[in-house]
């Protein structure tokens, strides 16, 4: 039986874009705070971002660390592929500061209104004015899969691996909290699937 071939590679790149969608989403905070954000997230799954009173750091490994500043609400807005992380506090004059998740939080002078939004892998930090809304860039928006459980979903950051960042409302508790969505790895059923319509279409172009 001939094959048409545009419609087996169709097929099987319907197959690859659906499995891509599927995500476990994750609330990274676990509601401790009656509202929470992620901003960045690296290629190892640490993720930085803020909540009531206090910005945190997570690690898939150690889990949630809480930064405190005893003047207020402070926030990690950017991490890099070393660790290292930027943010912002109001501790007058100094506002900005640097962090790696088992280190104190290193105070930087700040003369100006800006404030750290995201540092380089060589250590090249970038600022932003504040008080700016965020909506989330369109292109991520368009990746999200529903979420049984959540609504308003705003992607913030992806990493290499796919793992997407952001804020969305957690319907339990009708409050805002920090989400972790992880790609549902390809079932071994239609990877095999997958192997089997490509032998097909070369098959249908002899």
Known sequence: ??????????????????????????DITQSEWS????????DAGQI?????NSSFFYDPIGGTRWIVFAS?????????????????????PYRNFTVEYDTTPELILSASS?????ISDSGEIFSSSRGAGYSGPADLLALLSPAPGWSNLVPTSINNSGQI???GTLLSSGR???FLMTPVPLPP????FGIGLVGLVKLARR
């Open 189 to 192: 059923t239609l990877y095999l």
């Open 1 to 26: 039986m001939r094959l048409h071939f545009s419609a087996l590679v169709g097929l099987l790149l319907l197959s690859a874009s659906a499995s891509a969608s599927n995500y476990n989403i994750f």
């Open 48 to 52: 930085v971002g803020e909540a009531q």
């Open 72 to 92: 207020g609400d402070s926030s990690l807005t950017g991490i890099n592929e070393l660790g290292v992380a930027v943010g912002f506090a109001p501790e007058e």
């Open 35 to 42: 509202w929470s954000y992620a901003y960045d997230i690296n």
């Open 176 to 178: 805002t909290q920090a």
């Open 114 to 118: 800006s404030v750290f939004s995201s």
């Open 165 to 167: 960042v952001g804020l």
